[in-house]
């Protein structure tokens, strides 16, 4: 399987912005359950409850990408590791919502598919692609990039 296309650049919104949310979250189990939290509420009180569960999954996997590769390498001031940070967008225009998950690492998302469905590691990207209309990444100067994906808003036929 070769991997998608990547765009550098997040896609603009296709109309006017309709809503925007944003939130930081530490790369953490509560992190991450705060995270999908969000989620849900945002997409509940968007009126985007058909669109939940496939959202959901998609910050999930970003997310969990993103703590795997930027949190090794976070430090707090005092030189001692600390929790890293990433910070999660959603935005809302009348036909698509793009999910941002931003983290503090320069490298570029691998997209490497697997051989075997039941690796435990190594599929987030895939899952990504597969519930998206498209997805990439951008850089963050002066450190750090944001991987995005773009979802439809139209509930399912």
Same mark, same amino acid.
């Given at each position: 399987?070769?991997p998608?296309p ?5 896609p603009q919104?296709s109309?006017?912005?309709?809503a ?7 790369c953490s ?12 509420d ?9 669109r ?5 999954l ?5 997310a969990?990408?993103a703590?795997?590769?930027a949190?090794?390498g976070?430090?707090?001031t005092?030189g001692?590791?600390a929790?890293?940070?990433i910070?999660? !967008?959603?935005l &809302?225009?009348?036909?698509?919502l *793009? ?8 490298? /570029? @998302?691998v997209?490497?598919p697997t051989?075997?469905a039941?690796?435990?590691? !190594?599929?987030? &990207?895939?899952?990504?692609?597969? *519930?998206?209309?498209?997805w990439?990444?951008?850089?963050? /100067? @002066?450190a750090g990039k944001?991987?995005?994906?773009r979802?439809?808003?139209c509930?399912p036929i």
């Amino acid at each position: 399987m070769t991997p998608p296309p990547m765009p550098e650049t997040m896609p603009q919104p296709s109309g006017a912005l309709s809503a925007s949310a944003a939130l930081r979250v530490e790369c953490s189990r509560e992190g991450f359950a705060r995270a999908r939290s969000f989620t849900r509420d945002t997409l509940h009180l968007w009126s985007l409850d058909h669109r939940c569960d496939d959202t959901t999954l998609v910050i999930t996997e970003l997310a969990a990408n993103a703590a795997t590769h930027a949190a090794p390498g976070a430090a707090g001031t005092t030189g001692m590791p600390a929790a890293a940070e990433i910070r999660l !967008g959603f935005l &809302l225009d009348p036909t698509h919502l *793009l999910v941002t998950v931003s983290d503090p690492d320069d490298h /570029p @998302p691998v997209y490497a598919p697997t051989g075997s469905a039941l690796e435990e590691h !190594g599929r987030g &990207l895939c899952i990504v692609d597969a *519930l998206s209309e498209e997805w990439g990444w951008t850089p963050c /100067p @002066p450190a750090g990039k944001t991987v995005w994906a773009r979802l439809s808003t139209c509930p399912p036929i």
